[in-house]
Nanobody
Framework: QVQLVESGGGTVQPGGSLRLSCVAS????????MGWYRQAPGQQRERVAL???????NYVDSVKGRFAISRDTTNNTLYLQMNSLKPEDTAIYYC?????????WGQGTQVTVSS
């Protein structure tokens, strides 16, 4: 069984930085991609960034140049480095792992950007 545990959320001022982590456990050797999604109050969950098994990444336009997704395969950890944070980045951030047609999600970590 695959499990994902996120950490690293918190409250920061606009312009600040946070680094989210997601530790994966279980049978993840055939994963297709991992990614970060977010959901703000009253809004649908949206994709933020993906990293594929070959290392290719993509980002939603609103975070390009500010966020960076990476993965450490030695400790099965996914990261999201978030810089120049804006109030509109406030949301619950979720880690996702995809294996074939099966999607696994973490419990989420709150990110609040406020002065």
């Amino acid at each position: 069984q695959v499990q994902l545990v996120e950490s690293g959320g918190g409250t920061v001022q606009p312009g600040g930085s946070l680094r989210l982590s997601c530790v994966a456990s279980g049978n993840i050797f055939r994963l297709n991609f991992m990614g970060w999604y977010r959901q703000a109050p009253g809004q649908q969950r949206e994709r933020v960034a993906l990293i594929f098994s070959g290392g290719i990444t993509n980002y939603v336009d609103s975070v390009k140049g500010r966020f960076a997704i990476s993965r450490d395969t030695t400790n099965n950890t996914l990261y999201l480095q978030m810089n120049s944070l804006k109030p509109e980045d406030t949301a619950i951030y979720y880690c996702r792992l995809q294996i074939n047609s099966e999607a696994y999600w973490g419990q989420g970590t709150q990110v609040t950007v406020s002065s």
